[in-house]
């Protein structure tokens, strides 16, 4: 089966510093995702992507995130001043073109620790 | 606003037990309802979901799921576990205006042999 290929595994950061999490989304997707998860917490939507821009957002994804797709293959999120809370697994999932019947597939996640 | 609940937070079945895990769903319009599952270290996987039809969905694994639309509820049962099954199982509805997946806090399950 297809995969969506997130990296890195863990990342550890200083509280304020940017950080940027990666993914790969399967190559044939058009649609892309960042949920994340905070320890002992439900998995939270940030934020939905597609053709180039944001498609939705919740309340979480404020100015400090933003997402990229800089080359076509890859889909960015990042934090641009990471703060003690933003601690947790960050998810990227993307779903083929057409209804929102179709499937959605994670990865692995990113483990991010503020510190 | 919708919102998901898993009543389970922790379940522990011996092998060849039969599972059922809560789920239940605050929104009064039409919704998609998923079960996905988490094995330790991997992605979350789909392990069925329901749109539509028949309220009596099957999925991978054995897996069923039995949509109760008067009790907002979608429980996930497997007649008998196995120690393959130990894992994170999480409930998740999407409203049909929009694209997002509102996830359950999840329920761990520990199958033993």
């Known amino acids: 089966e297809p995969e969506v290929t997130q990296t890195p595994s863990h990342q550890v950061t200083q509280m304020g510093q940017e950080v940027i999490l990666r993914c790969v989304p399967i190559?044939?997707?058009?649609?892309f995702y960042w949920y994340r998860q905070i320890l002992g917490q439900k998995v939270e939507f940030l934020v939905s992507f597609y053709n180039n821009e944001i498609s939705e957002k919740s309340e979480i994804f404020d100015d400090q995130f933003s997402v990229e797709r800089p080359d076509g293959s890859n889909f960015t999120l990042k934090i641009r001043s990471t703060k003690l809370e933003d601690s947790a697994m960050y998810f990227c999932?993307?779903?083929?073109?057409?209804?929102?019947?179709?499937?959605?597939?994670f990865g692995s996640g990113t483990q991010l620790s503020v510190l | 606003a919708q919102s998901v609940s898993q009543h389970n937070h922790h379940v522990i079945l011996s092998e060849a037990a039969s599972l059922e895990l809560g789920c239940n769903y605050s929104y009064g319009g039409t919704v998609n309802l998923f079960w996905y599952v988490q094995y330790p270290g991997q992605h979350l996987q789909l392990l069925l979901k329901y749109f539509s039809g028949d309220p009596l969905v099957k999925g991978i694994k054995g897996f069923e799921a039995e949509f109760i639309k008067s009790k907002f509820s979608f429980n996930l049962r497997k007649p008998s576990v196995q120690w393959s099954d130990t894992a994170e199982y999480f409930c998740a509805v999407r409203s049909d205006n929009t694209d997002k997946l509102i996830f359950g806090t999840g329920t761990r399950l520990q199958v033993f042999p």
């Open positions: 190559s044939n997707h058009l649609y």
């Open positions: 999932a993307s779903r083929m073109v057409g209804s929102t019947n179709e499937k959605l597939f």
